[in-house]
């Protein structure tokens, strides 16, 4: 079946220091990927998201490209911000379950000044 | 601004009792999810709902229940049977076009 595998943490980063958090997933045919970012004792806030091969989606900063090739959807950010802290997770959703989402255990990220 | 509310967002529960979590959306989304998120792990999905009086159970459906009599309303029913109903619950809702889920701040239980 579907599935969302993310690098574990925690990842603690100095403030400007560069970012990468890694995905990959399973899926057949051609599923959507995201990126959802949670902060403490919140939901989830949708941070970008990517919805065929070689699309990049962006936002805040923040990066990630859909790459078939290595079922991979890594996010980066280039300088880091102590508001940053969070925690990420990637999730795919495929037209064939029905919008039923898969998400990864999510990494948590800390940035110190 | 549309958005989905869940009330509340702190409940306690002593062992023994139902308790019932709201979820309610307004973006007239056809789906609506229930996830629980235990301290340092993903998401587990517990229900949920692709059209009104209609839902599936998810992984970890036992010990809870859930309705949809209306499109804007998706109640969780955390139940006695449920053997450890401590964590965050979280509502989600989505249109049926993949844009992506909408969450709500989440409800903290704790079976006190």
């Known amino acids: 079946g579907d599935s969302v595998t993310q690098m574990e943490g925690p990842v603690t980063l100095s403030e400007e220091a560069f970012l990468t958090i890694n995905c990959t997933y399973t899926a057949t045919g051609y599923p959507s990927l995201f990126w959802y970012v949670q902060y403490p004792g919140e939901g989830l806030q949708l941070l970008l998201k990517a919805t065929k091969a070689d699309d990049k989606g962006s936002n805040k900063g923040f990066e990630a490209t859909y790459r078939k090739e290595t079922t991979s959807f890594h996010l980066e950010k280039g300088s880091v911000q102590v508001s940053d802290s969070a925690v990420y997770f990637c999730a795919l959703t495929h037209p064939n379950t029905g919008n039923q989402f898969y998400f990864g255990t999510g990494t948590s990220l800390t940035v110190i000044p | 601004d549309g958005g989905i509310t869940q009330s509340p967002k702190y409940l306690f529960r002593k062992e023994g009792q139902n308790v019932t979590l709201s979820c309610e959306q307004n973006l007239n989304h056809d789906a609506m999810y229930w996830y629980r998120q235990d301290p340092g792990q993903g998401l587990r999905l517990i229900y949920y709902?692709?059209?009104?009086?209609?839902?599936q159970k998810g992984d970890i459906a036992e010990g809870y229940s859930v309705s949809r009599e209306k499109k804007e309303s998706f109640p969780l029913t955390v139940t006695s049977a449920q053997k450890n109903p401590t964590a965050f619950y979280l509502c989600?809702?989505?249109?049926?076009?993949?844009?992506?889920?909408?969450f709500g701040s989440g409800t903290r239980l704790t079976v006190v």
């Open positions: 989600a809702s989505s249109s049926t076009r993949g844009a992506g889920y909408t």
């Open positions: 709902s692709q059209i009104v009086n209609d839902f």
